[in-house]
């Protein structure tokens, strides 16, 4: 099977899928395709398809020639997640020329993260998730793309990295980090660590996927009732598996909802069978008979199958930390996205933004935004709207916009079972934040209108 691509939109007709929109079903060959079929997105005809080999992950890091004049050094974006590349995609809406490098030390597929944790829901493996391979990224954003690379230094002062053995150096005009966030490892003893999954990128998904199936799991123990956690404990009842998940505070997403929508998501997670251990911790994890027994500090243990480990992620710090620039909880940059060296940005999850550290994908996309300006000459300073994180929770969705840290005001809720409406208001009436479970999940668009911006 193979795929094509549209030179002119970048549109990929895959042999495996066909277009069944236009009556093309799976499986139809490229040749077979009517001749007359135009590109659905632009409308050229089929001979404006290229063969888009499907070059093979590559698991050698592969150099080019580095690249010695500065005058004409190239713009390069550290990290190819969807701040690395959707920043390389809005740069090129303003420059078509400048020479482009990104350098990751993953495969380079591109995907959406945040469908990791939707994979049994939509039933898709991992294949079905990557989008576009670094290649096709590659063609298609006129820019070379670095796979299996690490960056390990950063000489600001001379404006170039050394990448792999530190022995190949490339100088930037501009240097932007987009190099994400680590998972947190919890503390957890035990011989059965190696059955501890976390799942943060596309390479861990395959893990934990290929895992799942080699230990024939028809259990998971879950450590962390968050965001992740619980959307990762939804998709797992989706998948037909049971699910004990344990979180130290007293409910469900405790760090982003008010008590009675956390309950509520509670409830319903568990009306699907969910089991939930709030108040212990996890302390270690050791190998049974047949899976792994975990163990909490209130003296209770669960047996399972294979464990998740989701208590948060950390902004990664270290290579701008190791070259001198200032860091703080992320790398710490004004609103121009300027961190403290010269011609070197941070943007998307691992950056603190005039003291913002926001791990979604709409901040990073007004970020990339705002970069793609700055970067071909218009400065130009990043502003967050109002902007709600939806939970993909399906047993009961939920949309929160957690007021500000520290604002002053009150919670009141409307609540009719799992559906819960909670608004946070200061002394004068204002709407600061709110949280919204089940059906309430319809006011969001109402709400979100009266919400002050993040930052204006
Ligand atoms: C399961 C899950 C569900 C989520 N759901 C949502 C959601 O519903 N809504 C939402 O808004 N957000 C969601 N998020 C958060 C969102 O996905 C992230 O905020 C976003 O994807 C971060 O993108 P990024 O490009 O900053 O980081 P990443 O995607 O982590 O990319 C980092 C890149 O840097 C590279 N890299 C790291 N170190 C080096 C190095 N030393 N040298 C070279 N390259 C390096 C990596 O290989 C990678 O390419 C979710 C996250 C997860 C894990």
Known sequence: MSR???????????????????????????????????CPDCGVGKEDFELLEESPIED????????????????VILGTGLAGYGLAKEFRKHDAETPLILITSDDGRSYSKPMLSTGYTKDMSTDDLAQMDAGSMGRMLK?????MTKVGEIDTANQLIKVGDNETAVHY????????ADVIRPPIEGDGLDKVYSINDLLDFDDFRTAMKKNDAKKVCLIGGGLIGCEYTNDLINGGFATETVDPLGYCLPTLLPEPAGKAVQAALEEKGAKFHFGPLVTAVNNADSGVKVSLNNGETIDA????????VRPRVDLAQASGINTNRGVVTNRLLETSAPNVYAMGDCAEVNGHVLVYVAPLMAQARALAKTLTGEPTEVSYPAMPVTIKVPACPVTVAPPAQGAEGEWSFEIDGNNVKGEFRNAAGDLLGFALTG????????????????MP
């Open 173 to 180: 005009s501009k240097l932007v980090l987009a190099l994400g």
């Open 439 to 454: 059906d309430a999940t319809k006011q969001k668009m109402a709400l979100q209108k009266e919400l002050p911006p993040i």
């Open 305 to 312: 199958d294979l464990v998740v480990s989701a208590v948060g």
């Open 60 to 75: 050698t890091p592969h150099h080019e020639e580095p690249v010695v004049d500065k005058v004409h050094a190239p713009v």
């Open 4 to 38: 094509w691509e549209c030179i002119v939109c970048g549109l990929v007709y895959d042999e495996k899928e066909g277009w069944p929109d236009d009556g093309i079903a799976p499986g139809t060959k490229w040749e077979d395709v009517p001749e007359d079929w135009l």
């Open 143 to 147: 820019a070379s793309v670095w796979t």
